[in-house]
């Protein structure tokens, strides 16, 4: 296929098929595998402040529920297309599986660039688009969480949206909350956390310590911010970070803390005065030992993997490589840990959310950090015997163990009719 045209639903699926071929399960697995459980499309109308009315498309897709209730985010981003959605909500399967959390996956989105409106524009964009998808959507169907351009607000319009509609207050129906309206102790750091964990541990596994040892962060936002800070507390110097204007570099390190009130104060790294400024590509060329990519997915392809010098790279974001680029740096040697696992500790986190929601008993920050870490290098250990066992890469491991277990979910469960 012409790289060109290649979609990340392309790399979702080939990413499938291979994993069906050696686990030898055979072209019906692959079919019923491959497609969406259910999926819709909306349009959500808007009237902005100043009076016009705009039509914006919205989506979402539950690709598999056979191990529990569908669980994704809600995503708002100018580059939103179904066939993204897709791709995503298969992706949270696996990663659901991977880490033993009893939902299937799900995702949804809405194409519009949320910097482009205002507060009151979001909140009626959100509403609208929960009102929409609201027959899908539920504790017990399929709960959502944040993902690009949504937070902590977004969830909390969502729920109250889904709770008027059922005439009393649903906590369970989102993750991701603040803490006043049921969110977990910290849900906000999870995905950042669970990204540290997984990347100290393939730093030993390469025989480097966290101590001492370099990395470079790309987006500095939602998991990356997050990333960078956390990896600096775990005694690596973060080396280049980036966001969508831009990247920075210090020899020395970044003054992560420094950073962050920077970009408190201005809204991007861009400008920040202790850094060198370089292009916001040139991050993921950095001489590092650790490459966390965590922005959007296709940041490394064939066009520029063989520019890689990481030693390790930890996909903080959901599909940051593309096929290519995955043969491309494994062929060069370069340990690979997948999404699916690396980034897992969100959904981990949102799934401790609902479940002290359900059960309205809420656990300390120190009881959640504890229970994710363990859960992360659990899963860690796990993918790691199996791929040495089997010879495979960490990414394939884990697709096949992830496969595995939705599909022996399906073989127990049997076809209905």
Not at 76 to 82: E, L, P
Not at 164 to 179: A, C, M, R, S
Not at 279 to 291: I, K
Request: aromatic share 6%.
């Amino acid at each position: 296929m012409d790289p060109a045209t290649r979609t990340v639903l392309d790399d979702a699926r080939e990413q499938l098929a291979q994993a069906i071929d050696v686990l030898g399960l055979g072209p019906e697995v692959f079919g019923m595998l491959a497609a969406p459980r259910r999926e819709i499309a909306v349009s959500i109308p808007l009237r902005r402040d100043d009076g016009s009315i705009e039509v914006l498309p919205g989506y979402r897709v539950q690709h598999n529920t056979s191990r529990g209730p569908g669980k994704g985010g809600v995503r708002f981003d100018a580059r939103v297309d179904i066939d993204e959605v897709r791709a995503l909500a298969m992706w949270m399967t696996w990663k659901c599986a991977l880490l033993d959390v009893p939902y299937g996956g799900a995702k949804g989105g809405v194409r519009v660039d949320p910097r482009a409106y205002s507060r009151a524009e979001l909140e009626r964009i959100t509403r609208r688009y929960t009102s929409e998808i609201g027959p899908l959507i539920g504790p017990e169907n399929d709960i959502p969480a944040p993902d690009i351009g949504t937070d902590e607000q977004t969830m909390a319009w969502m729920m109250d949206t889904y709770s008027v509609g059922q005439g009393h207050t649903v906590l369970g129906v989102v993750t991701g909350k603040p803490i006043a309206l049921g969110g977990s102790q910290g849900r906000a750091a999870s995905t950042s956390r669970g990204v540290v964990t997984i990347g100290v541990e393939a730093l030993r596994h390469r025989d480097l310590g966290a101590d001492g040892s370099t990395a470079a962060v790309q987006g500095f936002g939602k998991v990356g911010r997050g990333a960078a800070r956390l990896l600096h507390q775990a005694g690596l110097r973060v080396l280049a970070v980036s966001d969508v204007d831009g990247g920075l570099f210090h020899p020395g390190g970044i003054d992560i803390a420094a950073l962050e009130e920077y970009v408190d104060l201005h809204g991007s790294v861009v400008g920040f005065p202790d850094a060198e400024a370089i292009d916001g590509e040139a991050v993921l060329m950095a001489d590092v030992d650790l490459l966390v990519p965590a922005a959007i997915e296709g940041v490394l392809h064939a066009g520029n993997a063989a520019g890689v010098r990481a030693r390790v790279i930890v996909e903080g974001a959901n599909g940051p490589l593309t096929a290519d680029a995955d043969r491309i740096l494994e062929a060069a040697g370069v340990l690979i840990v997948p999404d699916i696992l690396a980034n897992a500790g969100g959904v981990v986190v949102s799934y401790f959310e609902w479940v002290q929601a359900n059960q309205s008993f809420w656990w300390t920050e120190d009881e959640v950090n504890e229970r994710l870490v363990h859960r992360m290098i659990k899963a860690w250990r796990e993918v790691t015997e199996y791929a040495g066992a089997r010879r495979l890469s960490l990414r394939m491991a884990a697709t096949c163990m992830a496969v595995e277990r939705v599909y022996q979910a399906h073989e127990v469960r049997g076809l209905y009719p």
